[in-house]
């Protein structure tokens, strides 16, 4: 194992250290195009001073290193990766054959709608889908992520409001457990935020609720299930509270994948949802993109969708609407991530409805075994039945002096990924877990053995404990360091 800790020299050498001058890796056919002198013919308007340094390597040079590379990182395709909230469930590779089909892959944003009809079909297609399982009137799907899928759905309910004359409506009330995202994208689409706080029961305080409901409130934003991993039993009355009060309510789609088929937000009072298609619909999640967010809304919001959207005349005609004038307009690049798209469209049409409910059924069946696995050991934050994921509560675990941290990092070491950590922030020494529809009872009895391995090391090795992850390519890291001083250029050459 090659040691990359910080402290010591990397011994495995970058690709320009095995760069040498005039190895050559490729061959590129002669030119037909007549060369030109761009330095007299462009002058002053080259930004470039010179040849970039690229480096020269073997064809099998390049291969070996970008190899490696992958082999450094850990995946869902490579081990158990039970990340709370996140869902990073099992992405089909067949969604991925279809979206590199060059019907789909080599189409340009900027064809004529004559030339797309069989892409805004799939588009309409997964609208109208999407409209079902949520419960929705309508869906954009222009979001790039759920995050602003967050931010868009935030800003139709000002739109609406705005129309109504309702401008005194800028506070977003906010569950205790919600997703840091919620905030931050309320704010960010100019209202205020209030705190919701927690009942005992892990589940939204209804009587506080109903106390900060007042004519200054533009909406609720609310997971259902919420992420302490609790269905919301009160939200029909919720529901009815808020919209009493003249609010609107905003679904935070990040855990439908535990009731997806089974229940919908529609259903439950929710006039705009997002859906993010990483954690419900198969699409891949994480590494800065791409990603997926679409917006679903009820019919009251329908005009205020983004441009552009995908309509179907009387004849068959698929098209892309720009015209909507109540519009809030563009919020991404021409349709949206279509490849994402593609691969929601492909999971959706190879489940179908009783597929997916099934999905839904069995992450809570999976979450609920591995949490009675862990429960001699590992008592849960909130006692009885969870739905897709559940929290643990460390503090009353017996794990010595050891915290929640170096938990996840000794867990790495036995080729587990770690689950979420200090998230809810309403539960101390938060371990979140949720281990998907997509892992079979040998790997959820695995991965209890070996949390109750680590919890006997904090008690009786805790020094193994505290210098975890001993076998990973990178060693500990000075996480609060790194932070608080991040190195965002690094200089080549």
């Not at 705190?195 to 209804?206: N, Q």
């Not at 200054?216 to 609310?222: D, E, N, T, Y």
């Not at 593609?342 to 049409?349: E, I, Q, S």
């Not at 949720?434 to 040998?442: G, K, R």
Request: aromatic share 8%; proline share 7%; glycine share 8%.
């Amino acid at each position: 194992m090659i040691d990359l800790d910080p402290h010591h020299k990397d011994l495995e050498p970058t690709i320009f250290e095995i760069s040498r001058k005039d190895r050559v890796g490729y061959q590129i056919p002669a030119s037909d195009v007549p060369e030109i002198d761009l330095e007299s013919s462009l002058g002053s308007m080259l930004h470039r001073g010179g040849i970039p340094p690229i480096p020269a390597l073997s064809e099998p040079q390049v291969a070996r290193h970008f190899t490696r590379l992958s082999q450094l990182n850990f995946c869902i395709d490579t081990g158990f990766y039970p990340l709370g909230s996140c869902t990073m469930k099992y992405n089909p590779k067949i969604n991925d054959q279809m979206a590199s089909d060059p019907d789909f892959s080599a189409l340009h944003p900027m064809q004529d709608d004559a030339d797309t009809q069989g892409a805004l079909e799939l588009m309409h297609s997964l609208q109208r889908y999407l409209c079902e399982y949520a419960g929705m009137d309508d869906f954009s799907l222009c979001s790039l992520a759920g995050a602003q899928g967050e931010f868009v759905g935030l800003l139709l309910i000002r739109a609406y409001l705005e129309s109504r004359g309702e401008t005194e409506r800028n506070v977003i009330l906010v569950p205790d457990s919600a997703h840091g995202t919620n905030p931050a994208s309320a704010i960010l689409a100019g209202f205020k935020t209030k705190e919701i706080p927690s009942d005992k029961r892990g589940l939204v305080d209804l009587a506080k609720l109903k106390e900060a409901l007042n004519d200054q409130v533009a909406g609720l934003m609310m997971t259902n299930p919420n992420t302490l991993g609790l269905f919301e039993k009160d939200i029909l009355e919720i529901a009815e509270a808020v919209h009493e009060a003249g609010g609107q309510l905003y679904y935070d789609g990040a855990n439908l994948n535990a009731i997806a088929g089974v229940a919908r937000p529609g259903d439950m009072g929710f006039d705009v949802v997002h859906i993010n298609l990483h954690k419900t619909f198969s699409t891949p999640h994480g590494g800065g993109g791409p990603g997926g967010g679409p917006v679903g809304v009820k019919e009251h919001l329908i005009p205020f969708l983004p441009k552009p959207h995908v309509e179907k005349n009387s004849d068959g005609v698929y098209s892309l609407d720009q015209k909507n004038k109540d519009s809030i307009g563009a919020v991404s690049g021409f349709w949206g991530n279509f490849g994402i798209l593609v691969r929601a469209y492909v999971y959706l049409r190879h489940h179908g409805l009783s597929g997916i409910r099934n999905n839904s059924e069995m992450a809570v069946l999976n979450a609920n075994y591995l949490k009675a696995l862990l429960q001699p050991e590992f008592p849960p934050a909130y006692p009885g039945t969870c739905m897709h994921e559940f929290v643990l509560n460390l503090k009353k675990a017996d794990t010595g002096d050891q915290r929640a941290m170096g938990v996840a990092k000794r867990l790495l070491d036995y080729g587990v990924h770690a689950p979420t950590v200090y998230f809810p922030l309403v539960v101390p020494e938060a371990a979140m877990i949720e281990p998907t529809e997509s892992e079979t009872p040998e790997t959820l009895r695995n991965f209890s053995s070996i949390m109750k391995r680590v919890r006997e090391e904090c008690v009786e090795n805790p020094a193994i404990i505290e210098g975890a992850p001993w076998e990973t390519p990178v060693r500990k890291l000075d996480e609060v360091t790194a932070a608080r001083n991040p190195v965002l250029i690094e200089t080549v050459g």
